[in-house]
Structures are given as C-alpha cells and as structure tokens.
C-alpha cells in the first residue's frame, strides 16, 4: 500500500493538470450524456454504487457479503419498525439531548419526553446496500459525498465541530461557520414541527432555542443535530433556503459518506424542496457495483419511456413508496400461487434495500421454480445467511431463467440474471430474495440498470429498462 501510495499521489497530480475539467480517472469520468432516458430539463446527478470503483466514498474491497445482508436486515427492522409507528431505535441517549427539551409531535410544548434509553453500539453498521452522489452546500459552495435513500426524508450531513461525534469520512467535515448563507432554524418554526412526521423521533429544542433533529436507520446508525438551512447546489443548479440536518453526534458508517439525502414523500425532503422549481418527480438508475455511475435527475423526465403502475396509498406510513405487485413468472410460467398472495402485504420499493423481501408462500414458489428451472444447469450451494437458493457459481456465468415482476397496471421489471441472483463470494451466487412476514419490499439488486421514476405529482411509478450498465 505504502509503496503505491506515492505513485498514485504523482499520477492523480499529473492527470489533474491534464485535465482540469475532467475526472481524474477517465473511466469513472460521468457519462452523464450516455444515458438514454434522461430528460434535458431535469437536475442530473450522477451516482455510484458504495462498492463500485468509481465511489468517492468507497468501501473497504474486503468487505464481506455477509456484512451487506446484516445490514440489510437491520435496514428492513427500522422499515418495519417506521410501518409499526413504533420506534425502537431512537437515539435519545444521545448526549446532545441531555439538558434540552424534548418537544412533543408536531406540537410547541416544553416537557420532557419519557426516554426509552436504547443503548448505543457505535460503528456497526455499513450502509452497503446504498448509493452515492455529490450535493454542494453553502456559500461559497463545497461538495459532500451523500447517500441517496428513498426511504427517509431528512437530508443531513456531518457538521463542525462535531460536538457529539462524528465518522470518518471523505473530504472535510461541512463547516457552518465558513459559510455566508448558513441559518440555524428555531424551535418555533414550521419545518421544526415537520420533524416528527419527517424523521418520526421528537424534536427537542437547545437552550439557544435552535431546533435539534434526530434521525435513526434501524441498525443503530443516526444522526442527532440542529435543523439549519442554507443553499444547495447541484452543478450550475443552486436552491436557497434548504432545510437539512446539521449533524452534531453521528453514529454508525455510511461508507465514508459525509450524509444522506432524503427523496420519501414528506414536506422535509430534497424532492419536496425542490420541487416548485423542478417538479415533483424523480428518477434514478442504480448502477451495479462494478459499473461506473448511473444517475439521479430530479424534475422532467421522458414519461413515454416508461411503463407505469400506480402509487399505492397505505395509512401505515405516508412517506414511503408503495407499490401493488401482481404477479411473478419464471421462464414465463406464473408463479403457482393465487393472484391473492401477492398483496397479502403492503410492498415499498426501496432504493436501500439490497434483497427483495416477499410474502412468505410467494418466496417459496419463486425459490422453487428458479431451482427446478436451474436444475442439472448449476449444483446447489449452502445457504448463506437469509439467501437459501444458493448455486456454485457466478449469476454471469450460470444459465439464469427470465425473472419478470408484474405491477398492477401492467409495469412490468423483466429480471436479467444480475437482477435475479446476487454473487456472495468467488463460488457461490444466490437467489436474490427473501421471505417476510412484515413489509414486501422491492429491493434494489432488482432494480439495478432499470430507470425508474417516481412521478408524485401523477401518483405513479414507472420503469425502463437499459436506464444504465
Ligand atoms: C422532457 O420534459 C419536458 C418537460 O417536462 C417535456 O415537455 C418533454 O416532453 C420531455 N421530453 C421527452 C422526450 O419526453
């Protein structure tokens, strides 16, 4: 490592006087303009797979498989836990709190909040199943390394000084003071009383009357801080007034990612604020780990690309992304399970969630006819951890049978064999599903190189596929 380290500071160098404009490495340079279904008029930004090579954040390469599906785990328990109205996880022992009042939802009242006292186990978690892009803030405007999730609202990120803690991560940790734009937002506000409803933990209130947030993922990763505001910018795009976390205590790793970025439905989240200027729709294409980037664009879209199924309304929780699946085929045959079973759970689509989670007697029919058509093609390997069909081999090098997804509506995910199996070491690949017996969540190894766009103003979801590699 150490003998390399030098070279590749004198080679990055030269690349950079090179080229100025450009990425220092040509393959990971965005391509922003290859992708076929971006709209001109939409806010593009690119994004990168946590473990592709291209990731300004990247993770260790050693990382193993198992550690994706813990987190994932922990990913589908906060979820479950958000659909429960229960909130186990809240970090309400975290010592920026002590001392301050908790406020009650949505409401101006001073008294204490009880407080569950969850014990916190910093750093165990990885946000691997995730995906990254850039967004600058403040003036003058710096860029931070930010995950993208569609299932919370509140954007947040690592904030100076850090008076709780913060994780490592890369480039400079954002810096209020330096920035000339840069508000701390009081308790009395609307978007404080938002929070409840945003990141479903009570707001508090510090002693200088600055509203403090608190947000939590289920694998005892969160982040506590003040609301603040300042201005946005993506490319030659900028949005003054953002609210977002300004985190003071942030636990767990997101990579080495500097935050996240919210896209749920809820009047705190990046989409919702910007979408009286861009619209109220996004789209994304999730890149596998070994491409370069996808993309996220935020407003227009190309809407005669896509097929579209309906958004679906649940009372469990108005922020996520509900879906209607109707139906799965393997190698064209449909599942042998009645229609009914596929909407015996509600079902989110999920840009975190790596394995797709289904009704328990549907997991079952889909193991089995992948098994039976791969049958004599491939030998049976061991289960690995929540994955029980396993195969020797790699989902590229093995004959996978078409998987299509069916949606009330008639959108339909056609699965390539990427989408289907997901590779969990050198040997051995896995059917990249589950069962549940909670929430059905449609997880991202099967929307990997779909375009998909989240039309909230239309009330509808769609896919392309060939969105990118
Ligand atoms: C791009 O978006 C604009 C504005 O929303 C829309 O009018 C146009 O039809 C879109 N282009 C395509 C090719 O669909």
């Given at each position: 490592?150490?003998?390399?380290?030098?070279?590749?500071?004198?080679?990055?160098?030269?690349?950079?006087?090179?080229?100025?404009?450009?990425?220092?490495?040509?393959?990971?340079?965005?391509?922003?303009?290859?992708?076929?279904?971006?709209?001109?008029?939409?806010?593009?930004?690119?994004l990168h797979h946590l473990q592709s090579?291209?990731s300004?954040a990247p993770l260790p390469s050693?990382l193993p498989f198992s550690a994706v599906v813990t987190h994932d785990d922990a990913r589908i328990a906060h979820l479950a836990?958000?659909?429960?109205?229960?909130?186990?996880?809240?970090?309400?022992?975290?010592?920026?709190?002590?001392?301050?009042?908790?406020?009650?939802?949505?409401?101006?009242?001073?008294?204490?909040?009880?407080?569950?006292?969850?014990?916190?186990?910093?750093?165990a978690s990885v946000a691997v199943g995730n995906y990254v892009t850039?967004?600058?803030?403040?003036?003058?405007?710096?860029?931070?390394v930010m995950v993208v999730d569609t299932g919370s609202?509140?954007?947040?990120?690592?904030?100076?000084?850090?008076?709780?803690?913060?994780?490592?991560?890369?480039?400079?940790?954002?810096?209020?003071?330096?920035?000339?734009?840069?508000?701390?937002?009081?308790?009395?506000?609307?978007?404080?009383?938002?929070?409840?409803?945003?990141?479903?933990?009570?707001?508090?209130?510090?002693?200088?009357?600055?509203?403090?947030?608190?947000?939590?993922y289920g694998d005892s990763s969160?982040?506590?801080?003040?609301?603040?505001?300042?201005?946005?910018?993506?490319?030659?795009?900028?949005?003054?007034?953002?609210?977002?976390?300004?985190?003071?205590?942030?636990?767990g790793l997101f990579g080495r990612s500097?935050?996240l970025i919210g896209l749920a439905?809820?009047?705190?989240?990046?989409?919702?604020?910007?979408?009286?200027?861009?619209?109220?729709?996004?789209?994304y294409c999730l890149p596998t780990s070994s491409a370069?980037?996808g993309?996220l664009?935020?407003?227009?879209?190309?809407?005669?690309?896509?097929?579209?199924?309906?958004?679906?309304?649940?009372?469990?929780?108005?922020?996520l992304y509900?879906?209607?699946?109707?139906?799965?085929?393997?190698?064209?045959?449909?599942?042998?399970?009645?229609?009914?079973?596929?909407?015996?759970?509600?079902?989110i689509i999920d840009s975190g969630t790596v394995i797709t989670r289904?009704?328990?007697?549907?997991?079952?029919?889909?193991?089995?006819?992948?098994?039976?058509?791969?049958?004599?093609?491939?030998?049976?390997?061991?289960?690995y951890s929540i994955l029980?069909?396993?195969?020797?081999?790699?989902a590229?090098?093995?004959?996978?049978?078409?998987?299509?997804?069916?949606?009330?509506?008639?959108?339909?995910?056609?699965?390539?064999?990427g989408n289907?199996l997901i590779d969990v070491?050198?040997?051995?690949?896995c059917l990249a599903f589950a069962?549940t017996?909670?929430t059905a969540i449609i997880g991202n190894t099967q929307q990997q190189t779909f375009?998909v766009?989240?039309?909230?103003?239309?009330?509808?979801?769609?896919?392309?596929?060939?969105?990118?590699?």
């Amino acid at each position: 490592m150490e003998v390399f380290l030098p070279l590749l500071l004198a080679c990055s160098l030269l690349f950079t006087i090179a080229t100025p404009i450009r990425d220092i490495n040509d393959v990971c340079a965005s391509q922003i303009n290859d992708f076929q279904h971006l709209n001109s008029s939409g806010l593009h930004l690119t994004l990168h797979h946590l473990q592709s090579p291209c990731s300004p954040a990247p993770l260790p390469s050693d990382l193993p498989f198992s550690a994706v599906v813990t987190h994932d785990d922990a990913r589908i328990a906060h979820l479950a836990s958000r659909l429960a109205n229960n909130h186990p996880t809240s970090p309400s022992s975290s010592s920026l709190l002590h001392g301050h009042r908790k406020k009650k939802a949505g409401g101006v009242g001073g008294s204490q909040a009880s407080s569950s006292s969850v014990p916190l186990t910093p750093g165990a978690s990885v946000a691997v199943g995730n995906y990254v892009t850039r967004l600058g803030l403040g003036t003058p405007a710096t860029s931070y390394v930010m995950v993208v999730d569609t299932g919370s609202s509140l954007t947040w990120l690592q904030c100076s000084p850090c008076s709780v803690s913060c994780h490592r991560q890369a480039g400079p940790v954002f810096d209020p003071r330096a920035s000339g734009t840069y508000a701390a937002v009081q308790c009395s506000s609307s978007e404080c009383g938002e929070l409840q409803a945003a990141t479903l933990n009570p707001s508090a209130c510090s002693v200088s009357n600055v509203c403090i947030y608190q947000a939590s993922y289920g694998d005892s990763s969160y982040s506590v801080g003040y609301l603040s505001k300042d201005t946005v910018s993506f490319g030659s795009g900028s949005f003054p007034g953002f609210y977002y976390g300004c985190g003071q205590d942030n636990e767990g790793l997101f990579g080495r990612s500097a935050g996240l970025i919210g896209l749920a439905k809820n009047k705190l989240s990046l989409l919702y604020q910007l979408a009286p200027s861009l619209g109220y729709a996004f789209s994304y294409c999730l890149p596998t780990s070994s491409a370069a980037a996808g993309y996220l664009s935020i407003g227009s879209y190309n809407p005669g690309q896509y097929s579209y199924t309906p958004m679906a309304s649940s009372s469990l929780d108005a922020s996520l992304y509900f879906v209607t699946l109707s139906g799965i085929s393997v190698a064209g045959a449909p599942l042998a399970v009645p229609p009914s079973e596929y909407r015996s759970l509600p079902t989110i689509i999920d840009s975190g969630t790596v394995i797709t989670r289904l009704p328990p007697n549907v997991y079952t029919a889909l193991s089995r006819a992948v098994a039976a058509a791969m049958a004599g093609a491939a030998p049976r390997a061991p289960t690995y951890s929540i994955l029980d069909t396993c195969f020797r081999g790699s989902a590229a090098g093995l004959r996978v049978p078409r998987v299509d997804m069916a949606f009330a509506g008639g959108a339909t995910l056609a699965l390539s064999p990427g989408n289907v199996l997901i590779d969990v070491d050198d040997s051995t690949t896995c059917l990249a599903f589950a069962p549940t017996g909670g929430t059905a969540i449609i997880g991202n190894t099967q929307q990997q190189t779909f375009s998909v766009v989240y039309d909230v103003a239309q009330s509808r979801i769609g896919f392309a596929a060939g969105g990118c590699s």
